[in-house]
């Protein structure tokens, strides 16, 4: 049996690391905001290149608080529409929606899967605000033109980096001279954390980066009751704070982040070189940083056949995802949309196994499997 991810395995490579972050988090006993939130945040922050990163308790809340704090240092207001892609994981939607915002479905490039930039353009009018860009199955999206074109209508421009941690953009470079990554092209940017991420912590987990100091001192509050000072609450806040266990972990982690995604590029371009058969369709890769493969998608015409073969030749498999927001029973509201190269997407598309820990003679087994399909 080859599994679809081995997270046991991924985690087991850094356990004695884990144990020891363990035993010192018990002994200190800060458990809330403590020591090891605050240092991930300045790592995580310097990672990405950002001035400022603000831990929270998943991705979604970073997501949502990104929004929330945007309305609450009035650059959003309730009801502003925010372009989102029609093809993305429901947590993108539904932080738009928490916030009280309105979202517009754009379609995806069907070649990509991320949101198209002339679909974008097609959507524009006076009450879109905002932009919500996703790097799905973690291949950066065209953040170049999506800025342009924010700059140029006034518009925020964030990112849904929950699949892309460590992607880098080779289009252009920053004022001291370095690729941009994930995080650091936009306004904000939210990352998930949730174990089967690139980034996993053991649990939940999630981060807001950005570079701006007005809508970080708020998330900062609204992250944690609206208080800086104990029993002082400046503004309505939440409680959505990372533990700090989990920061202690993820400081373990983030050490080898930058090496598990080029495993994930090699188990990548394995496939890509290697499965040959015309039922399957291969994803686009322009063979750069930008993409740090969260999942390996590929496409078929008939998806329960490729299943059931996969099942009997005992590889895992998942689909990313299997009906769209605005097909969910939760977004009845949206049922009516058309949006055909999404729901088209989501009947042919099924994802393989690919992680740091698949060894080059699972990846073969992979590809003598597909090949025989
Ligand atoms: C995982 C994920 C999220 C949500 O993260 P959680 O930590 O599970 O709340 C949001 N957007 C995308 C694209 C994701 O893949």
Redesign the pocket.
Same mark, same amino acid.
């Given at each position: 049996m080859i599994p679809f991810l081995d997270l046991h395995k991924i985690n087991n490579r850094f356990r004695k690391e884990l144990e020891t972050s363990f035993a010192k988090s018990l002994e200190t006993s800060y458990y809330i905001l403590g020591p090891n939130v605050k240092t991930f945040e300045t790592e995580f922050a310097n990672y990405c290149g950002t001035d400022y990163c603000i831990g929270t308790a998943? =991705?979604?809340? +970073?997501?949502t608080l990104i929004l929330k704090g945007y309305i609450e240092i009035g650059r959003l207001k309730k009801g502003d529409k925010v372009i989102v892609p029609a093809n993305? !994981?429901i +947590? *993108?939607i539904l *932080?738009v929606l928490h916030a009280d915002l309105e979202p517009v479905f754009v379609e995806p490039n069907p070649k990509t899967y991320n949101i198209s930039a002339e679909e974008v353009e097609m959507k524009l009018n006076k009450d879109v605000k905002a932009i919500l860009a996703? #790097?799905?199955y973690g291949q950066l999206a065209d953040m170049e033109r999506l800025k342009s074109i924010a700059d140029e209508h006034n518009l925020l421009l964030i990112e849904?980096a +929950?699949?892309a941690h460590g992607a880098v953009s080779s289009k252009h470079l920053t004022p001291n001279n370095q690729y941009p990554k994930a995080g650091n092209l936009s306004h904000a940017a +939210?990352f *998930?954390? !949730?174990p089967s991420?690139n980034l996993g912590a053991l649990g939940? =987990? =999630?981060a807001v980066t950005t570079n701006d100091k007005e809508l970080y001192e708020t998330i900062l509050l609204l992250r944690n009751y609206g208080s800086s000072v104990k029993y002082e609450n400046k503004i309505m806040g939440y409680n959505s704070r990372l533990d700090d266990l989990q920061a202690a972990f993820l400081r373990v982690k983030l050490k080898y982040l930058d090496s598990d995604n080029a495993k994930r590029r090699e188990v990548a371009r394995c496939y890509l070189q290697k499965i040959r058969n015309s039922k399957i369709g291969l994803p686009f890769y322009d063979d750069s940083e930008n993409h740090v493969f #969260?999942t390996f998608v590929i496409e078929v015409d008939d998806r329960e056949d490729i299943i059931k073969y996969l099942n009997q030749n005992k590889i895992g498999w998942l689909i990313h995802y299997p009906i769209p927001p605005h097909k969910q029973k939760a977004l009845q509201r949206f049922s009516h949309l058309i949006l055909p190269i999404t729901e088209e997407i989501h009947k042919r598309i099924i994802s393989l196994p690919i992680s740091p820990v698949l060894t080059s003679k699972e990846v073969n087994r992979v590809i003598e499997v597909l090949n025989a399909y």
């Open positions: 998943n =991705g979604l809340d +970073a997501l993305t !994981y +947590a *993108s *932080s996703v #790097h799905l849904d +929950a699949q +939210a *998930s954390f !949730y991420k939940d =987990g =999630g #969260h």
